[in-house]
């Protein structure tokens, strides 16, 4: 019923910068849009954690490593969930997952995701 694709990872320098997007798609999505998340995973890693926004837009929150250098950010009208990532390290390489929630706020359940996006910050 929802179907989420990411787009906009990329290789770039440490201290660079990449904007990530999420793409929905599907009838109870487009109705009622819920809560999004990010998520990262390094092969041989637990998925971790990397950001949440409510359905409205104004509600967020993040994973410490990463507060004060990524934002995520929604446009419903557009059917989109953004993760501007900024002072990039190559901490940060992993693959990049969108999903949604069941919910409207920020509880971190979720139950669609993505395919992934490739970030590689080189040094």
């Known amino acids: 019923q929802v179907q989420l694709v990411e787009s906009g990872g990329g290789l770039v320098q440490a201290g660079g910068s990449l904007r990530l997007f999420c793409a929905a798609s599907?009838?109870?999505?487009?109705?009622?849009?819920?809560?999004m998340g990010w998520f990262r995973q390094v092969p041989g890693k637990e998925r971790e954690f990397v950001a949440a926004?409510?359905?409205?837009?104004?509600?967020?929150d993040y994973a410490d490593s990463v507060k004060g250098r990524f934002t995520i950010s929604r446009d419903n009208a557009k059917n989109t969930v953004y993760l501007q990532m900024n002072s990039l390290k190559p901490e940060d390489t992993a693959v990049y997952y969108c999903?949604?929630?069941?919910?409207?706020?920020?509880?971190?359940?979720?139950?669609?995701w993505g395919q992934g996006t490739q970030v590689t910050v080189s040094s």
């Open positions: 999903a949604s929630s069941p919910t409207t706020g920020l509880a971190r359940v979720y139950d669609y």
């Open positions: 926004i409510s359905r409205s837009g104004g509600g967020m």
């Open positions: 599907g009838r109870t999505f487009i109705t009622y849009p819920m809560a």
